[in-house]
């Protein structure tokens, strides 16, 4: 077994261009695979439904973006629980945005802030992986949000979003309201998300006391009512034990008389966000069903023809290994395994350099789609290259190996005679 | 594909310098190749020949980069194409101040008011201004799924109108034979009196997305209803399709959707269009500069090409893609002719000792490559071209502000064009160093 395995390492170094070609060729298209497969896998696992911990967002039913008025809130907190059969939530989380430029007479990308206004301390416990980090990240969060908690306009905010801004922890300064025109509210930085959480890189965080007694203020001091002052409230995270708790759950809420005016939808965060990625759908059914079959195919397509040539130019060293009694099999499993070998090797380092080059020197793939701004490559990778690798070069030298194992003895050396 | 060559706008290269250069510059290399080189073209095409599994492999791969590619490249068309046609000459849209979208713009009655008696307005034959005051919401709409599956909801944008066919001159629409405007209460009761319906106009891509809820899942049409936010509402017309953002709106009375949708003391934007096109940037920021109220102006068309976002976003990745695709690509190239090479040595020496130089040998096995590449990336414009008007709901967008949309695949000649330039350079580069390896080999080296 092992003088075989020598056996097909000797064949791969014998043309060492074309053995480097087939692996460079792979690597590149492996990589691309990669990078596909993990855009469409974080967008799968944000939208399927969780068995447990169902997380349940609450919003205004007819209208998108969903405004809430800030008295629904307290009772759906509670989920609309009033008898005691009635299910009520772990936890909460209430999500406002407050949105607006830093300098009104510069409305560019980098002067724009977007804040998601809530109960900083449900952060660690709502917000998706922030629950994952390790405990000294945790730590760190922790004592910013204690800081949130004790000064009403401190923020945090998203290391990419502060490098955007061009400012520094430490740093105050005043946002310009656009969605609640004309509230211009002072923020002091107090930290950045952990370079973990990875996924916060440009979110921000500020408190909802803050921006609804920033709206009472500036209503109370200009005698007018501000722009969807009346209504803040994007919308209400509650999370429950599982999918029948959150079905129960959901119904106490729609059938509640409480929320009448508007009306409100309950729905788990896996629809909501499959929802607002509905719009791309037919990017993502492309990228899934297009564009990595296609790269898989031209992969086996051009390990196909790398393979065939070599089979092509050992012709008579075939009928050279059938004569000292190879069998068709062993031909078979030779030209096989010399592709696998590379597909294997190739497919291993690609996933592998692409995980290291994406994740820790390039920080993401920058594709914003929706509010995700950047993707990156899980570590299932590893073996998604080494599969990728592995498949498409068993299938694109099938074909050659199939016709290796046929070449006849006689054929050949009547031809040299 | 044909159709496309056959309208081959040559009035359009100057706007793609680069990419018609190139193109022209590698076809031009091709004739070059095939007129100038002194080794016979049939010595490489019987080559080719004699090699058929291998060169129908090589092709298919081609072929598969470059029509993937024109898909891609079909549907950024399409995207650009419908922001492109959604802004009119001389239209300036006008929003409150701060906001660069409808979705967050909150103009008040009064401002709007203002506006409309703004100098510098179009008239039009019956001596009406060209203004179209709007409200534009988007709506959840459920959508119909099986007992036990998750729910789902779907975006709906909805534009409140004042006046309908006003707005639809403005934005230069029309209805479809058959259509009518809604009426001027925007209701209608249904036949047995027990229902009253929500009258609506809508855009043919629009109309195509609901009718995928129904079993036939046939585009809905004039006369039929359709359920959206607890309300029943009947489609009373039918917008032409222009390529348009347009087509993908639900139009309805601006009370109805003021009310319904908490719009009902302001406007989402004001449209109007300029008397002399040429002045209409300048209109807009003499708006923009008004002491009396603070807005946002913009011309029509700049609006729509800041929606451009998504495209730019998705044009860059499509590159990064393609550029890896052509690396992989020429590799492949690349070892089939490293191979063709080894295969044919005694050739290249029988061809030397004949007379034929150096610089005939590399153009010779230069131009077998750009046979393969230009074979392959023909038929895979060919292939991919076949995608040219398929409809897809897409979303476009700029800071802030996103749309969602229903587009049409656009197979421009620019994208077949991008596509053939993309397989001959993959010929070009993965032809050229197994070409300059055989015109260095020596002639004792290749015959021994």
Same mark, same amino acid.
């Given at each position: 077994m092992f003088q075989f395995f020598t056996l097909m390492l000797k064949n791969l170094r014998r043309n060492i261009l074309r053995t480097s070609l087939t692996a460079l060729c792979s690597m590149l298209l492996v990589l691309v695979v990669t990078g596909v497969w993990s855009v469409l896998d974080f967008i799968d696992r944000q939208t399927e439904e969780k068995a447990n911990d169902f997380k349940v967002l609450v919003t205004e039913k007819n209208k998108a973006p969903s405004r809430l008025p800030r008295a629904y809130v307290s009772s759906l907190r509670e989920g609309a629980a009033r008898g005691p059969d009635d299910v009520k939530p772990e936890d909460y989380m209430t999500w406002a945005f407050y949105g607006g430029t830093l300098d009104p007479n510069k409305m560019t990308r980098e002067n724009f802030l977007f804040l998601i206004a809530c109960e900083p301390e449900k952060a660690p416990t709502m917000m998706d992986e922030l629950d994952q980090l390790n405990a000294a990240d945790t730590a760190r969060l922790q004592d910013a949000i204690a800081k949130m908690k004790k000064q009403a306009n401190a923020v945090i905010i998203g290391p990419e979003q502060l490098k955007l801004m061009n400012k520094k922890v430490g740093e105050r300064f005043t946002v310009n309201g656009l969605i609640f025109k004309d509230l211009n509210l002072e923020f002091e930085i107090v930290d950045t998300f952990p370079d973990a959480a990875q996924r916060y890189g440009q979110t921000s965080l500020m408190n909802l006391d803050y921006l609804l007694q920033g709206i009472?203020?500036?209503?109370?001091?200009?005698?007018?009512?501000?722009?969807?002052? #009346?209504?803040?409230?994007?919308?209400?995270?509650?999370? /429950?034990?599982?999918?029948?708790?959150?079905?129960?759950?959901? #119904?106490?809420?729609?059938?509640?008389?409480?929320?009448?005016?508007?009306? /409100?939808?309950?729905?788990?965060?896996?629809?909501?966000?499959?929802?607002?990625?509905?719009? $791309?759908?037919?990017?993502? $059914?492309?990228?899934? $069903?297009?564009?990595?079959p296609a790269i898989l195919g031209t992969l086996s397509l051009v390990i196909a023809v790398a393979i065939s040539i070599s089979v092509r130019e050992r012709r008579k060293e075939i009928a050279v290994m059938k004569v000292l009694g190879f069998t068709p099999g062993h031909v078979l499993t030779m030209v096989l395994g010399e592709a696998l070998l590379i597909g294997l090797i190739s497919g291993l380092l690609s996933a592998g350099g692409t995980y290291l080059l994406v994740n820790k020197v390039l920080g993401g793939i920058p594709f914003p789609i929706a509010w995700f701004q950047r993707f990156f490559i899980p570590t299932n990778a590893l073996w998604w290259g080494v599969a990728i690798g592995a498949g498409t070069s068993v299938l694109g030298s099938f074909l050659p190996a199939w016709n290796a194992r046929g070449v006849r003895v006689a054929d050949v050396f009547s031809k040299v005679a | 594909m044909l159709a496309r060559i056959s309208r081959f706008d040559l009035s359009r290269i100057p706007q793609y310098p680069v990419l018609y250069g190139l193109l022209a510059a590698l076809l031009a290399l091709v004739l070059i190749l095939l007129f100038v080189g002194r080794v016979p073209v049939s010595y490489n095409v019987r080559n080719l020949v004699v090699r058929w599994w291998i060169t129908t492999m090589m092709v298919l791969a081609f072929v598969l980069v470059v029509g993937l590619m024109t898909v891609m490249l079909a549907f950024v068309s399409g995207m650009d194409a419908l922001t492109g046609n959604s802004g009119q000459p001389g239209n300036i849209i006008v929003f409150s101040s701060g906001?660069?979208?409808?979705?967050?713009?909150?103009?008040?009655?009064?401002?709007?008011?203002?506006?409309?008696?703004?100098?510098?307005?179009?008239?039009?034959?019956?001596?009406?201004?060209?203004?179209?005051?709007?409200?534009?919401?988007?709506?959840?709409?459920?959508?119909?799924?099986?007992?036990?599956?998750?729910?789902?909801?779907?975006?709906?944008?909805?534009?409140?109108?004042?006046? =309908?066919?006003?707005?639809?001159?403005?934005?230069?629409? !029309?209805?479809?034979?058959?259509?009518?405007?809604?009426?001027?209460?925007?209701?209608?009761?249904?036949? &047995?009196?027990?229902?009253? %319906?929500?009258?609506?106009?809508?855009?043919?891509?629009?109309?195509?997305?609901?009718?995928?809820?129904?079993?036939?899942?046939?585009?809905?049409?004039?006369?039929?209803?359709?359920?959206?936010?607890? +309300? !029943?509402?009947?489609?009373?017309?039918?917008?032409?399709?222009?390529?348009?953002?347009? &087509?993908?709106?639900?139009?309805?009375?601006?009370?109805?959707?003021?009310? +319904?949708?908490?719009?009902?003391?302001?406007?989402?934007?004001?449209?109007?269009?300029?008397?002399?096109?040429?002045?209409?940037?300048?209109?807009?920021?003499?708006?923009?500069?008004?002491?009396?109220?603070?807005?946002?102006?913009?011309?029509?068309?700049?609006?729509?090409?800041?929606?451009?976002?998504?495209?730019?976003?998705?044009?860059?990745?499509? +590159?990064?893609?393609?550029?890896?695709?052509?690396?992989?690509?020429?590799?492949?190239?690349?070892?089939?002719?490293?191979?063709?090479?080894?295969?044919?040595?005694?050739?290249?020496?029988?061809?030397?000792?004949?007379?034929?130089? +150096?610089?005939?040998?590399?153009?010779?096995?230069?131009?077998?490559?750009?046979?393969? =590449?230009?074979?392959?990336?023909?038929?895979?414009?060919?292939?991919?071209?076949?995608?040219?008007?398929?409809?897809?709901?897409?979303?476009?967008?700029?800071?802030?502000?996103?749309?969602?949309?229903?587009?049409?695949?656009?197979?421009?000649? !620019?994208?077949?064009?991008?596509?053939?330039?993309?397989?001959? %350079?993959?010929?070009l580069v993965g032809g050229l160093f197994p070409a300059v390896r055989a015109m260095w080999m020596r002639i004792l080296e290749t015959l021994r």
């Open positions: 009472d203020e500036y209503e109370a001091k200009t005698k007018k009512k501000i722009a969807n002052g #009346a209504d803040p409230i994007a919308f209400v995270m509650l999370k /429950v034990k599982n999918k029948e708790d959150y079905e129960k759950l959901s #119904a106490q809420i729609v059938n509640s008389p409480l929320y009448n005016s508007p009306a /409100v939808r309950c729905e788990s965060a896996g629809s909501a966000v499959s929802t607002f990625l509905e719009s $791309w759908q037919t990017i993502f $059914w492309g990228m899934r $069903w297009l564009l990595a | 906001a660069n979208d409808e979705g967050f713009s909150n103009l008040a009655l009064s401002d709007v008011s203002n506006l409309e008696r703004t100098q510098g307005i179009a008239v039009d034959e019956a001596g009406q201004r060209l203004a179209s005051k709007e409200v534009y919401v988007i709506v959840n709409q459920d959508i119909p799924v099986p007992k036990g599956s998750p729910s789902r909801r779907r975006f709906v944008q909805v534009r409140g109108l004042e006046d =309908a066919p006003m707005s639809a001159k403005v934005h230069g629409l !029309e209805l479809l034979p058959g259509s009518q405007w809604f009426s001027e209460a925007g209701v209608e009761q249904t036949s &047995d009196g027990q229902q009253v %319906l929500l009258q609506c106009v809508m855009g043919k891509g629009i109309a195509g997305e609901l009718g995928l809820d129904r079993p036939g899942r046939q585009p809905l049409a004039v006369g039929e209803v359709f359920r959206m936010a607890d +309300r !029943e509402w009947k489609v009373v017309g039918l917008l032409n399709s222009t390529g348009s953002t347009y &087509d993908s709106e639900v139009w309805a009375k601006r009370q109805i959707v003021g009310e +319904r949708f908490g719009k009902e003391a302001s406007y989402s934007s004001f449209v109007m269009r300029a008397s002399d096109i040429k002045q209409a940037p300048q209109l807009a920021e003499t708006l923009k500069k008004s002491k009396e109220v603070a807005l946002n102006a913009m011309t029509e068309e700049s609006y729509f090409e800041s929606l451009s976002d998504t495209s730019r976003t998705l044009l860059l990745a499509i +590159r990064i893609v393609a550029g890896f695709m052509a690396l992989g690509g020429i590799f492949g190239v690349m070892n089939t002719m490293f191979a063709a090479i080894s295969q044919r040595i005694k050739d290249i020496g029988v061809l030397r000792v004949l007379g034929y130089s +150096r610089t005939d040998v590399l153009l010779s096995f230069l131009m077998e490559s750009m046979i393969l =590449a230009l074979v392959g990336g023909l038929l895979g414009c060919l292939l991919g071209s076949l995608c040219d008007g398929w409809t897809a709901k897409s979303t476009v967008g700029g800071q802030g502000a996103t749309k969602t949309v229903v587009l049409q695949f656009l197979v421009s000649q !620019e994208v077949l064009a991008g596509g053939l330039l993309l397989s001959l %350079l993959m010929g």
